[in-house]
């Protein structure tokens, strides 16, 4: 009989067997009746007078779960238990359960193999096939003792849905003790009392305190089929430990993939390519340069448009990859899956206590975004985009320093421009319309739009930049001049304290160029805003003769009025409205033609500047920003929505939604020594660039849930479409579509052996001025929470929390620059909660270390907030690490079940962060 093990066959990441039954129904079993998207069924094991194999052994046992498929002759590994030391009687803490998609029916087998451990050190070291087998062998370190096995329809369709089975021999003959199935329900506490149990020996608080917080309800049920569209391949685990006052708590640990893995790089890579291409086709349109300037453009153009085809490329190796939503750690330096987040996983404990109501505590786990594939031999973006920003600022006299925040403001102002000129277009063709239809309220309302429109527009060129833009741009046309370049220096922007002074040989103002004419630019600029007005005074002409005529028993004769611009037409009665407007949006259209031209022009020269000065370094910098923005995007989107549904019945959180915003809090455990220096410098860069990113929510017209992005690298939205029944339950601003913004902080303490390195030998500042600066922005947010929050709302939430005081015990932590001080996440993490806020947790791959950190905030969780037995934090930490989740992230990962420590690591890492014995050593990661 072939043992094969759940999740680690060749082809994939996916946990869960295909379905028995066949289409032509072959096979016909029984489903289990089930509460849709809860777990099909889920049990707990005790053994009892289990007979050692050596008289006077202490027995040190498991039991193994494994699976017979009613259509299969094979055996699957489905799971185990913890190992429960030195008891023949042991009560098992790590149950098993089945989610919903699991194909398993009444028909289906179950085989409990009960093992006693000798040596815990082999114990997860498994082959992911074993051989051909007719019994369980004995593996090392551990020895065979009984086994039992019952189908699932017995054990439901028994009495209290309880079956105690006789533990025999592999011959079938002996029995060496009972072992009893409990079906467990959820929701449904526990009888008796769990004072009887072996409690942990090394029993140890640790030493991580926090206050307690108000626990998250649980979502309504109704929501989770949509969530489920997102959430792909759970992996479910279900645990039972005592309270403080000998009740049991269920917990049930779920980890789920997110087809938005892939979904938000590819919507990003797809906007990135247009924007790129609306930019090429502007430089193309720039018109006649000198050819020092047009050789310089030849150049960008090549470079920009190998870059789109990679991109292009990126995006149809990825459209390949249809259905997938999981990127492994092993894949993290793959070129064509760069911007997809490694490893993203939604991390939740859902947990049913005997004190308080139903807790779900989610946290996204995800691979620190990072430029895998570029390297990290030159550090990361923080440190490279500063470099690169000081090296142009001193460049030589042919290139003019535009700063950051001037390249950024002309493609805002290209960008509004591309979107309010056909805008503006449309308006006037519907006043004409309204005209044609003399229909008089239509013609107020069109004039209105077209108006706000126009202003809009006229507004956007208000800035300095485009004037110095414009003749940057006239100096370099063929005779243009370039004997001092003009300088956007004495735009009230650029006068920011902040920028340091400019190099010497810069001119402080635009030069006086004999040539040119200064205020043309006013005069095109200034006809816009004249037009409009014309087209405003002869609406009102037209709507007030038409009254007065009316007045006038319809003879529309006209008094005596005024006249302006534009009014001598009207002299007739039963004028023609439309004759009367058409030439004046002539004008308007044609001013604004020419504004067009000449801005689009002129700002596009200041994009040719920035990209012409050290090509092809600056393109490889905008790809290794947008590599690492698209993974972290990927994650926030899927954190987003996950936190929206969890929430959507909380009206507390939905005001705080959208009069404040969220938090959305990352710890990172990367360490400030050789490679993860750069992915910490990515990290901080890719993180802080999300606050570029606003949420909107709209009502799901079909079947097509999937969010939507839109706009460009300065400011993306993405749309979270929501089913009519939810999205009606929303506030009217939410609905209204007001943009939802988020408040990304970043805090990071490294914890491995490099961190030590770090910490003796090197450089831990990175670490200390990411943690300061994202110190003030958490509290920015809490200052704005607090101002903006209704004052009812906020005298309960200091009631019952006191966030000023972790606030500054956090600050305190900061400052205090004490090694590997774990305080600082605990910190952050409870702080972020209290807030309502986005929890990640990231290292590397979001594998080994990550796993430690989320397991022992779990824990932590369990007995600040639901009063965990002190003496079971410990054996709780391990059970959740040995058979948990994440050891089954470790597999899907690494196709092993070891967290990849070795000694060494396990000794420099805080002592709470240290994995169990036999779950760890060297892996092939
Ligand atoms: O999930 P991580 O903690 O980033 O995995 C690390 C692990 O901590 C370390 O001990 C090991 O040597 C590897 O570097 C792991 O990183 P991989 O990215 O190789 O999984």
New binding site residues.
Partial sequence: MEIKEEGASEEGQNFLPTPQANDTGEFQFTSIQKTPNEPQLEFILACKDLVAPVRDRKLNTLVQISVIHPAEQGLTRYSSTEIVEGTRDPLFLTGVTFPSEYPIYEETKIKLTVYDVKDKSYDTVRTSVLPEHKDPPSEVGRSFLGYASFKVGDLLKSKEQVLTLSLRTSDGGKVVGTIQVSVVKMGEIEDGEADHITTDVQGQKCALVCECTAPETVSRKDNLPFLNTVLKNPVCKLYRFPTSDNKWMRIREQMSESILSFHIPKELISLQIKEDLCRNQELKELGELSPHWDNLRKNVLTHCDQMVNMYQDILTELSKETGSSFKS?SS?GEKTLEFVPINLHLQRMHVHSPHLKDALYDVITV?APAAHFQGFKNGGLRKLLHRFETERRNTGYQFIYYSPENTAKAKEVLSNINQLQPLIATHADLLLNSASQHSPDSLKNSLKMLSEKTELFVHAFKDQLVRSALLALYTARPGGVLKKPPSPKNSTEESSSQDPPPPMRRQDSIPHHSDYDEEEWDRVWAHVGKSLNCIIAMVDKLIERDGSGEGDDGSGKDGEKGHSLGDSAITHPQEDWYEQLYPLILTLKDCMGEVVNRAKQSLTFVLLQELAYSLPQCLMLTLRRDVVFSQALAGLVCGFIIKLHTSLYDPGFLEQLHTVGLIVQYEG?LSTYSEEIGMLEDMAVGISDLKKVAFKITEATSNDVLPVITGRREHYVVEVKLPGRMFESLPLQIKEGQLLHVYPVLFNVGI?EQQTLAERFGDVSLQESINQENFELLKEYYTVFMEKMPPDYISHFQEQNDLKGLLENLHQNIQAKKRKNVEIMWLAATICRKLNGIRFTC????????SMSVTLEQCSILRDEHQLHKDFFIRALDCMRREGCRIENVLK??KCRKY??NML?LMAFPKYYRPPEGTYGKAD?
């Fill in positions: 750690s993290k691979g455990l491995n290292c590397k791959s979001a594998k080994d270390r990550t990962n690494i990849a420590f690591q990661t």
